[in-house]
């Protein structure tokens, strides 16, 4: 179902929100904010759209969209903006013009790094909670939190990518 478009400035292409499914309002105002915030830390700017699900991931990348989950509208907008940037680095650094396929397995960790501290960086210039992430972290991948936890902490007080040097 498309409910219509909400475009941030309409001054490029990049820069709207399509909605697939009914949402979460004020989710989607916060969304909003975050996708401004970004379009400005960036320079540029990427279509997301809002979909009733997106499997086990709050948001994924494609090129040119972010495709988000509307429960991820039902986060604080701490969490809503770290997993926005998160994606938003992935556009940015380029990770979705070669499919997942065709790329080596080493480098996936290494996207995911960098994509990390892209956000890190981002939310330490917007001031955002980096406890809720953690917190969301914890309960969304458990497995790996404690580790992507203090790659975003270093990230975020240093400034810096904590991917390793390939």
Same mark, same amino acid.
Request: proline share 6%.
């Given at each position: 179902?498309?409910?219509?478009?909400? &475009?941030?400035?309409?001054?490029?292409?990049?820069? =709207?929100? !399509? @909605?697939?499914? #009914?949402?979460?309002?004020?989710?989607?105002?916060?969304?909003?904010?975050?996708?401004?915030?970004?379009?400005?830390?960036?320079?540029?700017?990427?279509?997301?759209?809002?979909?009733?699900?997106?499997?086990?991931?709050?948001?994924? &990348?494609?090129?040119?969209?972010?495709?988000?989950? =509307?429960? !991820? @509208?039902?986060? #604080?907008?701490?969490?809503?903006?770290?997993?926005?940037?998160?994606?938003?680095?992935?556009?940015?650094?380029?990770?979705?013009?070669?499919?997942?396929?065709?790329?080596?397995?080493?480098?996936?960790?290494?996207?995911?790094?960098?994509?990390?501290?892209?956000?890190?960086?981002?939310?330490?210039?917007?001031?955002?909670?980096?406890?809720?992430?953690?917190?969301?972290?914890?309960?969304?991948?458990?497995?790996?939190?404690?580790?992507?936890?203090?790659?975003?902490?270093?990230?975020?007080?240093?400034?810096?990518?904590?991917?390793?040097?390939?």
């Amino acid at each position: 179902m498309n409910l219509g478009f909400f &475009s941030n400035s309409g001054k490029s292409p990049y820069n =709207k929100i !399509l @909605l697939k499914c #009914p949402c979460n309002t004020a989710g989607l105002k916060n969304l909003n904010l975050v996708v401004s915030q970004l379009m400005a830390f960036s320079k540029t700017g990427f279509n997301v759209i809002i979909e009733e699900s997106t499997g086990s991931s709050p948001a994924i &990348s494609f090129p040119d969209s972010i495709i988000v989950s =509307k429960k !991820l @509208l039902e986060q #604080p907008i701490s969490v809503i903006a770290f997993v926005m940037a998160h994606e938003w680095g992935h556009q940015m650094f380029g990770h979705t013009t070669i499919p997942p396929y065709l790329r080596p397995t080493s480098g996936k960790q290494f996207d995911e790094d960098s994509a990390d501290s892209y956000a890190a960086r981002f939310y330490t210039a917007h001031e955002y909670n980096l406890g809720d992430v953690y917190q969301f972290n914890a309960l969304f991948f458990p497995e790996e939190a404690q580790l992507r936890n203090e790659k975003i902490a270093l990230s975020a007080y240093w400034h810096i990518s904590a991917s390793p040097v390939c």
